[in-house]
């Protein structure tokens, strides 16, 4: 029995604090999954790192990256901007939750940055939201939550959406 070792853990409520890596995209998703470890999983004395990796959608998908580089530095400068607000927002969270926590900006392909910045965090566990993407969309596109399920070393709690997410 658990109880009758040294140190040993009586329960999920006992574990003592963890180093826990969110994965935030800005998306409703990942903001449920950090609500979801916030509700579900946070215990006193736990360090949260919500991890960011910017991925500059409306610059790469914009026609003027080629054609008008005033408004490509327009589009990063919007892209920088909105990031800044996610990040402040994040820290907000973070403080108004009583957590002790940070936001980390990270670069590269999402699955692999994130783990990095687990493996340099020492995390314990990854918690990420899922988009739910069909079979078909993860062939094409990838998949951050898969990739990270499979090349993590440590747990990783995929979050399932919310029923109301996918109306």
């Known amino acids: 029995m658990a109880e009758d070792l040294p140190g040993a853990l009586s329960g999920p409520s006992k574990r003592p604090g963890c180093t826990v890596v969110v994965a935030m995209d800005g998306s409703l998703h990942s903001q449920h999954a950090f ?13 949260v790192v919500l991890v960011h990796c910017p991925e500059y959608k409306t610059l790469i998908n914009s026609p003027y990256l080629t054609t008008d580089p005033s408004k490509a530095s327009e589009l990063a400068n919007e892209e920088e901007r909105k990031i800044k607000e996610m990040f402040a927002d994040w820290k907000d969270q973070i403080k108004k939750a009583g957590i002790d926590g940070c936001v980390v900006r990270t670069s590269g392909e999402p699955g692999r940055a994130i783990i990095k910045i687990a493996r340099g965090e020492g995390a314990d566990f990854i918690v990420m939201g899922s988009r739910g993407l069909g079979t078909l969309r993860k062939t094409f596109m990838g998949s951050v939550s898969d990739y990270i399920v499979h090349h993590a070393h440590i747990p990783v709690t995929v979050v399932r959406n919310r029923d109301d997410d996918n109306q």
Request: proline share 0%; aromatic share 24%.
């Open 35 to 47: 609500e979801w470890y916030v509700e579900n999983m946070y215990k006193k004395g736990d360090k």
